[in-house]
């Protein structure tokens, strides 16, 4: 087959993807009006040129008010069916999709509204596409511990619903181990646990999410190549690592995809996978990811199928359930 069929063809799973960044500009329109909220933009046009980031808080100012449209139960059930239909089409099998509840909890939407809407799609997702999902709970890390701990008591009634906690937002200056406790009570709650970690911080903010938090998984990851001893260890540990290399060229994180460090890692042993992180804003799902990559870094269809499998494995899927998709 050719490339694109081969890329779509591949078995895969999304590990790092918000919710709320798969807010395509058409829907946010669609929301604004069906709620009656206003939004600063005229076009959808408008919107897509106003998504020309150098930094990723240039990104989040953005994100967040765009979350202002989302208000009812049918709107995050709505924002989940088009991100699991467009995900189908590129042959993810099963999603990990994180959301920020804060951003809507601060806003007076109830957690229950956001949650009950996405566990909807999810169960549709199921019947419409054959795939399956599960929620990553994601602190927002520039606020405090004290709204995070608020944040997981609000979770509380929905932890069996719950696979994850994860940290993202704004991440020099909020470092991890400023919700240390929080995730070790989320972690005596049964609950996995990743962070954000290496996308604009240094590598000693790895260091702190491996050593503070033990997280099961590593969001971004990239800046960890800059230390060898702590590139060494995520590869002897089999840490998975969520790398994201359109948000990464967005963002700035490398200043061309010819650059991009994802057939580096493949060689210095890290389980890398391809993952869309915030694809409405970043100009591509899942498989325009694997393209771009593998455009860029002239990644063979071995190295395409690796990243896969590494999607796969790195999921918190059980081992049968990985059996089965490979
Ligand atoms: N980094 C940090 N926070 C985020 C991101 C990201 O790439 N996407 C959505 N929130
Ligand atoms: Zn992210």
């Not at 798969?22 to 909220?37: C, I, T």
Request: aromatic fraction near 8%.
């Amino acid at each position: 087959p050719d490339l694109d069929s081969f890329i779509a063809g591949l078995p895969k799973a999304e590990l790092h993807l918000h919710i709320e960044g798969s807010l395509e500009p058409e829907l946010m329109f669609a929301l604004a009006s069906r709620n009656g909220v206003a939004i600063p933009f005229a076009s959808v046009e408008e919107v897509r040129a106003a998504y020309s980031f150098t930094r990723l808080q240039d990104f989040l100012d953005i994100y967040y008010q765009g979350a202002n449209v989302l208000l009812t139960q049918q709107d995050f059930h709505d924002l989940g069916s088009a991100y699991f239909a467009r995900a189908a089409a590129d042959g993810v099998v099963h999603a990990e999709i994180m959301f920020d509840p804060q951003t809507h909890t601060a806003r007076g939407i109830p957690f229950g509204t956001v949650i009950g809407g996405l566990l909807a799609a999810m169960e549709e997702a199921e019947v419409r596409h054959g795939m399956t999902s599960r929620l990553i709970l994601c602190f927002l890390r520039h606020l405090d511990e004290e709204d995070a701990f608020r944040t997981l008591a609000d979770a509380k009634p929905w932890l069996d619903r719950i696979t994850a906690v994860g940290l993202d937002s704004s991440e020099n200056g909020h470092p991890p181990s400023k919700f240390a406790r929080v995730f070790a009570e989320a972690r005596r709650l049964g609950l996995r646990l990743v962070a954000h970690a290496g996308e604009e911080g240094p590598p000693a903010y790895v260091r702190e999410a491996l050593d503070l938090l033990a997280i099961d998984r590593l969001d971004h990851g990239n800046r960890s190549l800059e230390d060898p001893v702590l590139t060494a260890r995520l590869a002897r540990e089999g840490m998975t690592l969520t790398v994201c290399p359109l948000s990464n060229l967005k963002l700035c994180v490398v200043n061309d995809m010819a650059d991009h460090p994802i057939d580096r890692m493949l060689r210095e042993g890290l389980r890398a996978t391809i993952n869309s992180d915030d694809p409405a804003y970043f100009g591509g799902y899942v498989a325009d990811n694997y393209r771009a990559a593998a455009a860029a870094r002239d990644l063979s269809r071995s190295d395409l199928a690796t990243l896969a499998r590494n999607s796969l494995l790195g999921s918190f899927l059980s081992d049968a359930e990985v059996a089965a998709h490979l």
